[in-house]
């Protein structure tokens, strides 16, 4: 009558709810949150099932909590809402003060019977999609009577998801899960489709999502507006609209223009503590053995995942490499995910193959790839189980999340093309990639390319490269690729020759209409290869070309693809002298002022491909360049190089002279010619030559007329006067006449270059039957066929 007196102590008790006291035991249940949140804890449902499967009736009794936010009652857990669209909110105590989130062990909800006995064995759990509003780990307990106590018969829950429906405790193999780790730099982690399959090569049908017994789970998810505010990506809004959301189902779906993703919006990733989202299956009672998974990465550069692994669960936590896993069968490593396209892991060694820039790239363009299992690319070209490439950004206007555009490279369609994405500072060595996946092992020995014609756009040396079980090993690396045109790798010595650009022709024609100030593109209506010294054995092949003029935008997509066939390699081996070639020299469409660099800019054949790969020696070249009066081309060449392929690289071509003195060293003379580009005289003009498309002349240079063909004189020999000189059409044709005793100069050593110049004279060693030890020459073994054959065994 004078004072309160302790007549029994309760606790536990929440708020928000009726709370019943004395409770009898397992009366009451709750699932209390054991970790700290940042934001109060929500959940959308909680469900109680007295079987160990969750397949049974739910448990019906009060829902209890520890309070709960105004608008936002411990009822919307319990209101058995299977899409779990309303929430309750937690009122929870404080980590600390000014802190909205709660408390390590302060926040809980459940259930409670007034009278009656509730077995628990099974929850489910729906939590919020925003990590900030999940508890990471939670306790089911039971009150006893007097206290609320850990149920022992089963776990803690650890790792728990959110935005999604999730079984617990569950059994062994129940659950599966892709766990991955951000790029660096990256802001979280997306997957547009996942496949888990029952078969370690992915055969069959994979594991198909049947809510509620078999469910998508994840670690959380955005909805598709915090996608763009977060990353500045905004392609997804064109299949998923303004107020989609990026829920595991989506990965799920079999649509590849959408994803699921979770972003780390907390800053948690560190070095010692890396951030980890997750998107896997809740199988419940259908437990599976996963031995294989397909993925398909969001098509988002900072949504990329630089590490993965398939984690299965055991009954108590997830397994993991990283861990002493107990049941290291239910992880399986995924190297290497960061890719477009498909992906399969494990995948058998050699399963995989690909073709990656080997320096530094602005950007990469493959308009088609051929991959072949013979050296000489006789055999069938390969058909892959899929393409792959390097990770990019999905643009608004590509379909399926762009993750067929690496099958652009291999489609057999000139009209399409695979880009890569390189970001401002270019692709890297590596990092620009395409290739095909497999289901068996092969053996890929030559591959075609065909890349874009623009200079920047071209890897002119690349690695072909093939999967090991873990990582990528390269297998081989081609140099002297070209673009516009189809490029053999490896090929045979002495299979491609090609004429390359060495300088610009200045002068300016009175029989030519005024071209523009700025220089233009190089460029060819014609030319012709003979294996002989008068030009008479003409060798056929496939045009080949540094590159070529296309019409395209800064996006790099080309504008009109029959620009790019109108400046073609081809039109220079058509026969056709109203068609040309224009090389790109660094031109772009807003810009076509070219720069055309000495020694970068060519045109060739692919002489191999025509003849079986047998090897054959040019001496002799004729050329019809272009001076088309457009605004890009054509300026002509006053010099160019013959050179040839020696099997790895380009290299110039050479002829030695052995001089009549065997005690001197052979005598290199290169496949320079000069003076070409000449202004078409007014009988050519009269003639019509420089009339149509492609004005120009036919210019003839033979190994004779070598800017540096120089063979010292015998002192038998008499020097050409200059009076004789100017009736020799050789020397006329090579530049000498018209000075002064120069027709026939002396340079040191008593070199002269109109010696080159008489045809009855054989001044190369090809030509001379005994060798510098004058002893019968040895011809040149054949390196065509039996080369191919060496590198088959």
Request: hydrophobic fraction near 35%; glycine fraction near 10%; proline fraction near 7%.
């Amino acid at each position: 009558g004078e004072k309160w007196v302790v007549e029994r102590f309760e606790g536990g008790v929440g708020g928000g709810s009726w709370n019943y006291r004395p409770s009898d035991t397992y009366t009451a249940w709750r699932l209390l949150g054991t970790a700290e949140t940042v934001e109060p804890w929500t959940v959308a449902g909680l469900h109680l099932y007295a079987d160990q499967e969750c397949s049974g009736a739910e448990v019906d009794a009060e829902p209890i909590s520890v309070g709960s936010a105004p608008a936002y009652p411990i009822q919307n857990a319990f209101d058995f809402d299977p899409d779990g669209v309303t929430e309750w909110v937690v009122s929870c105590a404080p980590p600390r003060p000014g802190s909205t989130g709660c408390a390590q062990g302060s926040a809980w909800l459940g259930l409670q019977s007034k009278l009656a006995r509730i077995d628990v064995k099974c929850v489910r759990l729906k939590q919020h999609r925003l990590r900030a509003r999940q508890m990471k780990s939670a306790y089911l307990q039971v009150f006893d009577g007097i206290r609320w106590v850990q149920v022992p018969t089963l776990p803690a829950f650890l790792e728990l998801g959110g935005g999604s429906w999730q079984t617990l405790p569950g059994s062994q193999a129940s659950m599966w899960r892709v766990a991955a780790r951000p790029v660096p730099g990256g802001l979280g982690v997306g997957f547009s489709e996942v496949g888990f399959y029952r078969k370690a090569d992915c055969t069959g049908n994979p594991i198909r999502s049947n809510f509620p017994n078999v469910a998508p789970i994840s670690s959380g998810h955005m909805t598709a507006r915090e996608l763009v505010d977060e990353t500045g990506y905004t392609a997804h809004l064109t299949s998923m609209g303004d107020a989609g959301v990026t829920d595991p189902g989506m990965a799920f779906d079999g649509d590849f223009s959408t994803f699921w993703c979770d972003l780390d919006i907390l800053n948690e990733n560190s070095p010692s503590n890396p951030w980890i989202g997750w998107i896997g299956m809740d199988m419940t009672s259908q437990v599976s053995d996963v031995q294989c998974v397909k993925f398909a990465p969001a098509p988002v550069i900072s949504l990329q995942p630089s590490w993965a692994e398939l984690q299965g669960w055991d009954g108590r936590v997830w397994t993991s490499q990283a861990l002493v896993a107990t049941k290291p069968t239910l992880v399986i490593p995924l190297p290497f995910p960061s890719a477009g396209g498909w992906q399969r892991r494990p995948a058998p060694v050699r399963s995989m193959w690909r073709i990656e820039n080997a320096e530094p790239l602005e950007s990469w363009e493959v308009v088609e790839a051929e991959f072949f299992e013979r050296i000489d690319c006789g055999s069938d070209r390969l058909v892959p189980m899929n393409a792959i490439g390097s990770a990019r950004s999905a643009g608004n206007s590509d379909a399926n999340g762009g993750h067929f555009l690496p099958a652009n490279a291999f489609d057999q369609n000139l009209e399409t093309r695979w880009g890569a994405y390189c970001p401002n500072d270019g692709c890297q060595p590596g990092q620009a990639w395409v290739g095909m996946s497999f289901q068996d092992p092969k053996s890929i020995k030559c591959l075609r390319i065909y890349q874009s014609g623009r200079y920047e756009r071209q890897a002119r040396t690349m690695t072909l490269s093939t999967w090991v079980g873990d990582h990528w090993e390269e297998q081989a690396q081609y140099s002297g690729l070209g673009g516009n045109s189809w490029n053999m790798r490896p090929a045979a010595p002495d299979t491609l020759w090609r004429l390359t650009y060495m300088g610009r022709a200045e002068e300016e024609c009175v029989t030519m209409p005024t071209r523009p100030v700025y220089q233009r593109s190089w460029g060819i209506t014609e030319f012709e290869l003979y294996a002989d010294d008068e030009c008479t054995a003409r060798l056929e092949g496939q045009a080949i070309a540094s590159g070529s003029w296309e019409d395209t935008s800064t996006l790099g997509e080309r504008v009109d693809n029959s620009l790019a066939k109108y400046y073609s390699p081809d039109n220079a081996n058509d026969g056709d002298v109203s068609t040309f070639w224009s090389a790109n020299c660094r031109s772009t469409y807003d810009s076509p002022r070219a720069t055309c660099i000495p020694g970068e800019e060519w045109l060739g054949l692919d002489i191999g491909q025509a003849n079986g790969g047998m090897p054959v020696e040019v001496r002799c070249v004729r050329v019809h360049q272009s001076r088309a009066l457009q605004r890009m081309c054509c300026d002509p060449a006053v010099a160019l190089r013959l050179d040839r392929w020696n099997g790895s690289s380009w290299a110039e071509t050479t002829w030695r002279h052995l001089p009549e003195d065997s005690s001197q060293p052979p005598i290199v003379i290169e496949g320079g010619f000069v003076l070409l580009g000449q202004c078409p005289s007014l009988t050519d003009k009269l003639s019509g030559m420089v009339d149509g498309p492609s004005p120009g002349i036919w210019e003839q240079r033979a190994r004779r007329q070598s800017d540096t063909c120089e063979v010292p004189v015998s002192g038998a020999i008499k020097l050409l006067s200059d009076q004789m000189c100017q009736k020799h059409p050789a020397c006329l044709e090579a530049g000498f006449a018209g000075v002064m005793f120069s027709c026939c100069p002396l340079e040191s050593g008593l070199a002269s270059k109109c010696c080159c110049d008489i045809p009855q004279w054989n001044i190369f060693e090809d030509q001379w039957e005994l060798g510098i030890d004058r002893k019968p020459i040895e011809p040149f073994p054949v390196v065509g066929i039996e080369y191919v054959i060496i590198q088959l065994i």
